[in-house]
């Protein structure tokens, strides 16, 4: 065995000493400082060499102050050996002195260090808590933040992703300035991470958002879910968690393991690719379901209404002066959205209602509705079904489930032309797109910014024109060849005076202010949409049944429909008259679209959901009624 030396042994135990840090260096200060004093002291009480004959703690307090201040030493008289020991406690004063600036120096400073790290827990309670990182998520606060506007005691939101957090903090300062009475607390570490997951404090949370990220989103979306639902920490309550799969077959993965909890996943590609179909064939869609889900209008609410029991949804129609009823939320949960007029709403149903407030949904406690009967068109009817061509720009992932959901509304005979630079397209589509009923498609490869190849399809030959962004490349990069083609597209329009429906599909918010440039019909921010949904459900988890009936393409759907179909135009007329012309077609009225406004960003593009039902309005032949229909 071998030995080691006194001087080796105490540099070991000195080295493992200091290694713990602070509070340990700190402490060993205290006991050399307190060891010098009370030395000094006792030395100059055995030798009587103390002025004035002061006594041991006196002796004792000169010491410290001359530990604590070397310039007290100045004015010291007495004997030489009392002025040496006084010498001897002030040098070892100016050491300790100085290491305890140097500790408490590196103390604040690995302090600070920690807290720009973001490692620190947050205590919050009925908080909501943002993992992950990606541009959906300045969507997301920002319509929480308007969620919570009205909340007397504000409301907190944490953000944990694997970022740095000073410039997860400027980010959103940057694009979030103003976040009224909702404290945004951000830190760093990984959803996945067990350790991690307990700093934002999920267990107290009142809703959870999980964001999807990652070269494999579905797969961080599971450790993310199971990493919260399977906890050792867990509470027993059920947690409330939104997130987004693209995958269908990941869905039933991610209900199995949070089987006790109240987790709502958003199948993306799918919304989006109903969405997309739905408006390219009806402009300003798009508009109408954004006016839905933001919290910056009006929003949907629930509501029991005992008055309204034993009474038809027909009735409950004409109830509301500043409310629009869209459904009736039966006792079991099942939500239906505008069913038959004669259905009986029972004691404890409910109805959801667009309204601008909860406290604002209020019965209007008329007993004479204000028709005008004379402004009623009874004869209106839409023109009937025939084979349509759909041309479709660029391709993602969303594109082949595009193609199977306008198989459902067009008519049989109906064409698909996919123009995309994407190799072996046409057997991928033929794949993905499954069995098509009414439509035939057809695959041209080519890139969709080339100008002479748009002059060849002739795209005014079309009834519908959809861009898609190509969802592999970076959202700008994406953007950037949208931007190319729409405004191809728009000087082939202008320039050959045959103006053709334009529907895009962009990635990023802000480059919606550069297309407009091009005069799109219609632009689907992807990803905003999705944002949008989320941070609905997260406020309220009720409203999923909702949207899965809003998006659903079996039953009852929202239109836009000719104004002319329902009342006469170019005459003031109230929205009674235009809920009751609606009701008696068995739909139900949300609002109008205005052309006048649609290219108009501070008007909502024209769209007008939940309007005052006594206020008047001259519709022009152009303009749009929002419905609900089957049809």
């Known amino acids: 065995m071998k030995k080691y030396t006194f001087k080796q042994k105490f540099q070991y135990w000195f080295d493992n000493y200091m290694s713990r840090g602070s509070g340990a260096m700190l402490t060993g200060l205290f006991v050399l400082s307190a060891l010098i004093i009370f030395v000094a002291a006792a030395l100059v009480k055995i030798t009587n060499s103390a002025p004035d004959d002061a006594s041991f703690m006196q002796v004792a307090w000169m010491s410290l102050l001359r530990t604590l201040d070397s ?77 919570n506007e009205n909340r007397k005691s504000g409301a907190v939101i944490v953000v944990l992703a694997d970022q740095d957090k000073v410039e997860m903090e400027d980010a959103i300062n940057e694009r979030i300035p103003d976040t009224k009475n909702t404290k945004v607390i951000c830190r760093s570490g990984s959803p996945i991470d067990l350790t991690d997951l307990e700093i934002a404090s999920p267990h107290t949370a009142r809703s959870i958002i999980v964001l999807a990220e990652g070269a494999d989103p579905d797969t961080h979306i599971i450790k993310s879910v199971l990493a919260i639902t399977n906890n050792p920490n867990r509470h027993a309550e059920p947690y409330h968690i939104i997130t987004q799969i693209r995958d269908p077959k990941n869905m039933d993965v991610v209900k199995m393991i949070s089987a006790k909890d109240t987790v709502q996943p958003i199948l993306t590609n799918e919304l989006i690719a109903r969405v997309v179909a739905q408006t390219s064939r009806q402009s300003g869609l798009s508009l109408v379901y954004t006016e839905l889900m933001n919290f910056g209008g009006d929003e949907i609410y629930f509501k029991k209404e005992p008055a309204l029991s034993g009474k038809t949804y027909g009735e409950a129609l004409l109830s509301y002066e500043t409310s629009t009823v869209m459904g009736i939320r039966k006792a079991d949960g099942t939500c239906a959205m505008s069913p038959s007029m004669d259905t009986r709403i029972e004691a404890d149903d409910h109805i959801f209602v667009i309204a601008e407030d909860d406290d604002k949904i209020n019965l209007s406690g008329l007993s004479r509705i204000p028709l005008d009967e004379s402004l009623i068109q009874i004869n209106g009817n839409s023109s009937g079904s025939k084979p349509e061509r759909a041309l479709i720009l660029g391709w993602n992932r ?9 198989d459902n509304y067009v008519a049989k005979g109906s064409q698909v032309t996919v123009v995309s630079d994407i190799e072996d397209l046409e057997h991928q589509i033929l794949l993905d797109s499954g069995k098509l009923v009414n439509q ?174 006594a206020g008047k309005v001259s519709f022009s032949s152009e303009d749009k009624l929002i419905v609900i229909a089957e049809n």
């Open 398 to 406: 969303s594109g082949a489930i595009i193609v199977r959901e306008l």
């Open 71 to 147: 310039g007290t030493m100045g004015g010291d008289t007495g004997s030489p050996f009392f002025l040496f020991m006084m010498l001897i406690v002030t040098f070892g004063g100016v050491f300790v002195v100085s290491a305890l600036i140097g500790i408490i120096n590196n103390g604040i400073e690995d302090k600070m260090d920690e807290l720009r790290k973001g490692r620190s827990q947050v205590l919050e309670n009925d908080h909501t808590v943002i993992l992950g990182w990606t541009p959906q998520i300045f969507t997301v606060i920002s319509e929480i933040i308007l969620a």
């Open 440 to 613: 035939k498609i057809t695959v041209q490869k080519g890139d969709i910014r080339d100008r002479s190849l748009l002059e060849k399809l002739e795209a005014a030959e079309y009834d519908h024109v959809i861009v898609l962004a190509y969802s592999h490349l970076e959202p700008q990069e994406a953007d950037a060849i949208t931007l190319v083609t729409l405004l191809h597209l728009r000087d082939i329009a202008e320039r050959d005076e045959t103006p053709f429906s334009i529907v895009s599909e962009m990635l990023d918010l802000r480059n919606r202010e550069l297309a407009e440039a091009a005069k799109v019909d219609d632009f689907i921010v992807s990803e905003h949409l999705i944002s949008l949904m989320m941070a609905q459900l997260s406020e309220n988890a009720e409203l999923l049944s909702v949207f899965t009936d809003i998006f659903d393409p079996e039953g009852a759907e929202i239109y836009l429909k000719p104004i002319s179909d329902y009342v006469i135009t170019g005459q003031p007329v109230n929205f009674y008259t235009v809920t009751e012309a609606a009701r008696r077609r068995g739909e139900t009225a949300l609002g109008y679209r205005l052309i006048s406004e649609a290219h108009d960003a501070e008007k909502s593009y024209g769209i007008h959901t939940n309007p005052k039902k």
